[in-house]
């Protein structure tokens, strides 16, 4: 079990709020993630971490103008 895991039982936290408001951004609490690029991908890919990796696809996304 994770450091993080471990806390979060040990203390009762969650990796979000209980109660959360409209409107308000809430992000998670990052799990270490043991797969990680090479420093030539990652340099490309612009984050060591493949789950991080997350392409902008622009106007090719669905509902994009171009579909």
Same mark, same amino acid.
């Given at each position: 079990?994770? $450091? $993080?895991? !471990?806390?979060? #039982? &040990?203390?009762?936290? &969650?990796?979000?709020?209980?109660k959360?408001v ?7 609490? #990052?799990?270490?993630?043991? !797969?990680?690029? &090479?420093?030539? #991908? ?7 971490? *493949? $789950?991080?990796?997350? *392409?902008?696809?622009?106007? !090719?996304? &669905?509902?994009g103008?171009?579909?």
């Amino acid at each position: 079990m994770e $450091i $993080i895991e !471990k806390a979060m #039982q &040990s203390y009762g936290l &969650s990796p979000l709020p209980s109660k959360t408001v409209e409107a308000m951004a809430y992000v998670p609490f #990052q799990q270490y993630a043991s !797969k990680t690029y &090479s420093p030539a #991908q990652a340099l490309e890919s612009g984050t060591v971490y *493949p $789950i991080l990796d997350k *392409p902008f696809f622009g106007s !090719k996304c &669905s509902g994009g103008k171009d579909d």
